[in-house]
């Protein structure tokens, strides 16, 4: 398989096959990574390679590899398990009804984020009433999972105290205590392809899902079908909690949708109170301060809004011009005023929080900022200019987030042709934003002690 160039159209092919799709950013990438797995398996032409896809186990995880991006480590998306361990475990808690609380990590990988959660539930107490089941589409993912051995890499964002308590460390690597290791199921799943529920597997009923990272490999008709099915995966009042940068839900299932400081969160709405289906103890409540939704969208108007909303569409254009005007008049505290009351009313608008993250960017209210920002990625992950903004708001607290933003911007603006204008940014071209974001990263990599960024 060498000679040539890598067929873009044959990755696309076999992403397929194994029920994922990627960007197109991307697509010389995954085509590359995919020829040299052909030259390295010795597979000649790319029908045979096809027609292995499904039949052979190693060969199907190789192509997930090299479509996949495999980052992750523990409490990941650290603001997520505060949101889990101060808002969603104290309220399942009070619905429990006397049996255990399930929980779901869907794209598992090699089991950090479900022996999170394990640890999560131990800190406070609640494992014994804690039922805590994982899924992957990767069986060599899923056979290091269950070892549940790790590096210093997977441990990086993990306190000390929890290393000595939940670990033992032997020659550089740390092994989860097996009470813990047992606490968590696992279980192979292409997401993509299989049909869910399935109660024979055990897959259904789940009072909290953890769909993240995932839904970004998925195309828009399999989000469609997923959307519907991780609903019916809910019990009455569980939640949903996807990724910042995965795409949304709500138009497609009738969630009940709420933005918070996290991100997207959805529930599917109770219809009536639970039966208790077995006599385990209920769980107790987690201390702590409750974490408010920023801003609620009832389930019938995120499931509808792109059919009926189009004077709702227009007046958030109309605020949106205001708030725009305000700006170029230099009247940003009326700018500042106009943005908090429009995402009140239009919490699902990304320009709208854009510009209210301008608008504290103004008042140098970084950290508000950046939040606002964080905001407009949760809703539409494609819109390089948020991505940049978040860079500038952070690059003195978060040096490293801040070229991971930053990075995010150009190459988005890099798969882009160098005329066609930002979103959200009047008159900014994509090779205009690229160059300002090669300029950001050099400032932050020629810093004094920058070196290991």
Not at 15 to 26: I, K, M, Q
Not at 92 to 114: D, H, K, M, N, Y
Not at 118 to 123: K, P, R, S, T, Y
Not at 424 to 438: C, F, I, N, Q, Y
């Amino acid at each position: 398989m060498t000679g040539h160039a890598p067929s873009s159209k044959l990755a696309e092919q076999a992403a397929c096959r194994v029920g994922l799709s990627f960007s197109a950013s991307r697509k010389g990438a995954v085509a590359s990574a995919i020829d040299r797995l052909m030259a390295r398996r010795g597979i000649g032409d790319s029908r045979s390679f096809l027609d292995r896809l499904g039949l052979d186990d190693d060969l199907t995880d190789d192509v997930v590899a090299a479509i996949t991006v495999g980052e992750t480590h523990f409490f990941r998306g650290a603001d997520q398990f505060r949101l889990i361990r101060q808002t969603i475990l104290p309220e399942l808690g009070r619905q429990s009804e006397g049996f255990p609380v399930r929980i779901w990590s869907i794209g598992c990988a090699t089991g950090e984020e479900p022996y999170s959660l394990a640890i999560l539930c131990d800190e406070e107490g609640l494992l014994d009433d804690v039922r805590i089941t994982a899924a992957d589409v990767s069986r060599r993912a899923l056979a290091t999972a269950k070892t549940a051995e790790y590096g210093e890499w997977s441990l990086r964002n993990t306190d000390s105290e929890l290393r000595e308590r939940y670990f033992t460390s032997r020659e550089g690597r740390f092994r989860l205590n097996e009470r813990l290791r047992r606490q968590v199921d696992f279980a192979h799943l292409n997401l993509g392809a299989d049909e869910l529920p399935a109660p024979e597997r055990g897959l259904g009923d789940f009072d909290l899902i953890l769909c993240r990272n995932v839904l970004v490999y998925l195309d828009a008709s399999a989000l469609r079908r997923i959307a519907r099915q991780l609903l019916a995966c809910l019990t009455d009042g569980g939640w949903l909690l996807t990724a910042p940068t995965d795409p949304p839900l709500w138009k497609y299932a009738p969630f009940e949708t709420s933005i918070t400081a996290t991100g997207v969160v959805y529930r599917r709405m109770t219809a009536h109170p639970r039966t208790p289906k077995c006599s385990t103890s209920r769980i107790g409540s987690v201390q702590g301060p409750t974490r408010k939704p920023v801003a609620h969208v009832s389930a019938t108007r995120a499931c509808l809004a792109d059919r009926r909303n189009t004077l709702g569409d227009n007046a958030v254009k109309a605020i949106a011009r205001q708030i725009r005007s305000h700006f170029a008049r230099g009247e940003t505290c009326e700018a500042a005023r106009l943005a908090a009351q429009a995402v009140e009313s239009h919490p699902l608008s990304a320009e709208l929080h854009f510009l209210q993250g301008l608008s504290y960017m103004a008042r140098g209210e970084t950290d508000a900022a950046a939040a606002a920002l964080r905001r407009v990625v949760y809703l539409d992950g494609t819109l390089a200019a948020a991505q940049f903004f978040i860079g500038i708001c952070i690059k003195d607290s978060d040096p490293q987030a801040a070229l991971r933003s930053l990075s995010n911007a150009l190459q988005f603006c890099l798969s882009r042709p160098p005329r066609e204008r930002v979103a959200l940014m009047s008159g900014v071209t994509a090779e205009d934003l690229a160059k300002r974001a090669r300029r950001e990263i050099g400032k932050i990599r020629r810093r004094p002690g920058s070196e290991h960024l």
